[in-house]
């Protein structure tokens, strides 16, 4: 119990939005600008993350998400296009229930910038309705122990009271995104997206004071970017990165992926990319590594299945024995023209 609870205080302390080691799988979630922006018409995604199986047991932290997004305009044409899509994801942390669940809806414009589609400039914006809430009887009090015995038990009561056990709220977000190919299959990208630009009031008590940091939902920041560089005729290399800046709270990604095209085809599609991540929190302590994550990917023509671990380098790590968060990430997208859309997409990890 005492370690779940350095769990449950460490994790309030470094209070972040949930988010996934796939970021990219994961797009409007990561930044607004990228809905509808992909290769076909219409793109699905499922993301599915577990964390502390060692730690919390039965209270480990458990996460779904997935989306539905469009492009909407022409295909074939040199043009700018929208994007619309609608995301969600529930989140369930720590023996007292604790849930968070969300949905979006998301809509972006994609100006294509070149005549060859391989730059655009990308904007996007966000509304989202929240729910948190959590179980008041699946927690345990002080006022459970029984000093002259010596047990805990419900039977004695508790003193504490909670003037709701949930909380609804609307926030907004905005971002941009943008890419193009610098030379011959060397392609580059960085997205910078804000979310919850009114930092909405999330008390779990009615009367709580809108102007005090506690009460408020941070605005977070989120900075990424990329480049996919050609080593040989099948072969690139990804680096990578990822600021996510949340109040007090500041994660960095950094990592390096290696792409390969599987198949003796030149126009195969069919790739598998292999990676590693190095993960460093900021709370209100210094810089500590967090976690080394392990990456890959396998994209077969339409289908991309994404799975990653995360190895636990923290100070918990002798309570997680280094045991992290296993992810598992789906995604499909469906051109529904004969032709693919005429615009560069690049390849995020």
């Not at 009887?137 to 122990?145: A, H, I, Q, V």
Request: one cysteine or more; glycine letters at 8%.
């Amino acid at each position: 119990m005492l370690i779940l609870l350095i769990v449950l205080a460490t994790s309030v302390v470094r209070a972040q939005d949930v988010h996934f080691s796939q970021f990219a799988m994961s797009p409007m979630m990561l930044n607004p600008a990228l809905s509808g922006f992909s290769s076909g018409d219409i793109r699905m995604y499922a993301n599915f993350r577990t964390q502390w199986n060692t730690v919390a047991g039965s209270g480990a932290y458990r996460t779904f998400a997935g989306g539905l997004d469009a492009a909407l305009g022409k295909a074939t044409k040199f043009s700018s296009f929208a994007g619309l899509g609608v995301s969600f994801f529930s989140d369930q942390a720590g023996t007292a229930g604790f849930q968070t669940n969300r949905v979006d809806l998301t809509f972006a414009y994609h100006f294509v910038l070149s005549k060859r589609h391989n730059t655009s400039l990308s904007f996007g914006i966000q509304g989202a309705f929240n729910h948190r809430g959590f179980d008041p009887s699946k927690s345990t009090y002080d006022s459970y122990y029984d000093p002259t015995t010596g047990t805990s038990s419900s039977t004695n009561g508790t003193q504490e009271q909670f003037t709701r056990t949930k909380v609804y709220f609307g926030d907004v977000g905005i971002g941009t995104f943008f890419s193009t190919t610098i030379k011959k299959r060397t392609d580059l990208y960085f997205g910078l997206s804000f979310n919850h630009l009114n930092q909405p009031s999330i008390s779990f008590f009615a009367t709580g004071n809108n102007n005090t940091a506690a009460d408020k939902l941070y605005m977070k920041t989120t900075l990424h970017g990329g480049v996919s560089a050609p080593v040989s005729d099948k072969v690139w290399i990804i680096p990578n990165f990822f600021v996510m800046i949340q109040g007090p709270a500041q994660q960095y990604n950094i990592g390096t992926h290696v792409k390969m095209q599987l198949g003796s085809k030149a126009m195969s599609r069919t790739f598998l990319s292999l990676g590693l991540q190095a993960r460093i929190a900021k709370g209100l302590e210094t810089p500590m590594g967090d976690a080394v994550i392990v990456q890959t990917r396998l994209d077969y023509k339409a289908f991309t299945l994404g799975l990653s671990y995360d190895i636990n380098v923290s100070k918990l790590r002798t309570a997680s024995s280094t045991f992290g968060a296993p992810e598992v990430a789906l995604m499909y997208t469906i051109t529904t023209k004969h032709k693919p859309r005429a615009v560069f997409c690049p390849f995020m990890m």
